[in-house]
């Protein structure tokens, strides 16, 4: 059989002579985190209108396709679901933030009076991102915690720090897998240990953070068990 005569050929040339064409139009652009690249990129928002062709010709409208982002690297397409996924920047902001948020939690839970618990909670948000942090800084953020929403030490968390630990993990959650959810719980644990045995309010707000970063009831008491076992 000669070259271009069987099906294969066939459909090469149809191919050639009828097909479609899409003309992408940009609605939008940012930064976004590339699942091709593999890190942050800029990128645009795309809608499209495709066109039946007859010799490369647009001749006939057939519908709007999209959206889509384009990475301005790779160019490849993907669906606008990637641009929930946090850049690498803001996911380190967050992460950041979370552990602050549960530091303060946890200190605000047992008090401010003991120098290793603050060093434990200083060593823990210094090693997430705030590099300036101190010990003097976060007693004087829960000393004034308390002066705002009238809360007394060794009280249960009260509605007002359960909604800030909320903001901070909720967001953060989806995107964590389960080791690093549990290693935030963890991180919070060893600040309440860190001056003796869990009090009542402490785990309260221990079980305030599993909740918010959907740790279920028993993983939590599990890992708070864990975090009293010296390593």
Wanted: glycine share 10%.
């Amino acid at each position: 059989m000669l070259p271009g005569r069987g099906r294969n050929g066939r459909a090469a040339r149809r191919a050639r002579i009828l097909g479609t064409r899409t003309a992408w139009t940009a609605v939008g652009d940012g930064e976004f985190f590339c699942p091709g690249c593999g890190g942050d990129r800029n990128y645009q928002r795309l809608t499209g209108r495709r066109r039946f062709t007859c010799l490369g010709v647009p001749v006939l409208p057939r519908g709007e396709t999209g959206p889509v982002v384009e990475c301005a690297a790779c160019h490849r397409h993907f669906g606008t679901d990637v641009l929930d996924h946090p850049t690498t920047t803001r996911f380190s902001a967050m992460l950041r933030d979370a552990v602050h948020t549960v530091a303060l939690a946890v200190l605000a839970a047992g008090g401010t009076s003991s120098r290793t618990s603050l060093e434990t909670a200083a060593s823990a948000v210094r090693a997430a991102g705030f590099d300036d942090c101190t010990e003097e800084q976060l007693s004087a953020l829960v000393e004034a915690l308390a002066a705002d929403t009238g809360r007394v030490f060794e009280e249960p968390c009260g509605a007002g720090l359960a909604i800030e630990l909320h903001e901070a993990l909720d967001p953060l959650a989806p995107h964590l897998a389960p080791v690093g959810r549990e290693s935030i719980l963890l991180q919070g644990a060893r600040i309440a240990l860190a001056d003796g045995p869990y009090t009542p309010a402490e785990r309260d707000a221990l079980a305030t953070v599993g909740a918010a970063l959907t740790i279920c009831a028993d993983d939590v008491k599990r890992l708070l068990e864990a975090a009293r076992t010296p390593s």
